[in-house]
């Protein structure tokens, strides 16, 4: 279905580009005020393996929907040319773009990021 995304999505600005494709943020054209994130994944430059860990991605990120510090996926759309990975906007960026722009860390940083982590990964596994 090429055009898809742009008949329910308007993209807004850039805030990140990687190898496969670019982060923007996105608004619903029928909820203007509504500011989401979409990863913008260019077909062309993804190999048959690639394409199946996006498709792969997108599963666990749905089953994952409900679980807290897990930013929930809102949207995937597939066209011929792109695909479309719309989630919750995290103003505060994603936890490795966090970690590396981060000089210094204590002890107390370390430990509670930590646990975030340990929590998900056993709420996850059960």
Do not use: H
């Given at each position: 279905k090429d055009g898809a995304f742009s008949k329910k999505y308007k993209v807004m600005r850039e805030i990140a580009k990687g190898s496969y494709g670019t982060v923007c943020?996105?608004?619903p054209l029928n909820d203007p005020e509504t500011v989401y994130a979409v990863k913008i994944i260019d077909r062309s430059?993804?190999?048959?393996?690639?394409t199946d860990a996006?498709?792969?991605e997108v599963e666990i990120l749905r089953e994952l929907q409900d679980l807290?510090?897990?930013?929930?996926?809102?949207?995937?759309i597939e066209e011929p040319e792109k695909l479309y990975v719309v989630q919750v906007y995290a103003k505060g960026g994603d936890l490795f773009r966090r970690l590396t722009?981060?000089?210094v860390y204590t002890e107390?940083?370390?430990?509670?990021?930590?646990?975030?982590?340990f929590k998900t990964l056993e709420v996850m596994h059960t």
């Open positions: 943020t996105t608004s430059k993804l190999k048959k393996k690639d996006v498709f792969r807290p510090n897990v930013i929930p996926i809102v949207d995937f722009e981060r000089q107390k940083n370390a430990r509670d990021i930590a646990i975030i982590l």
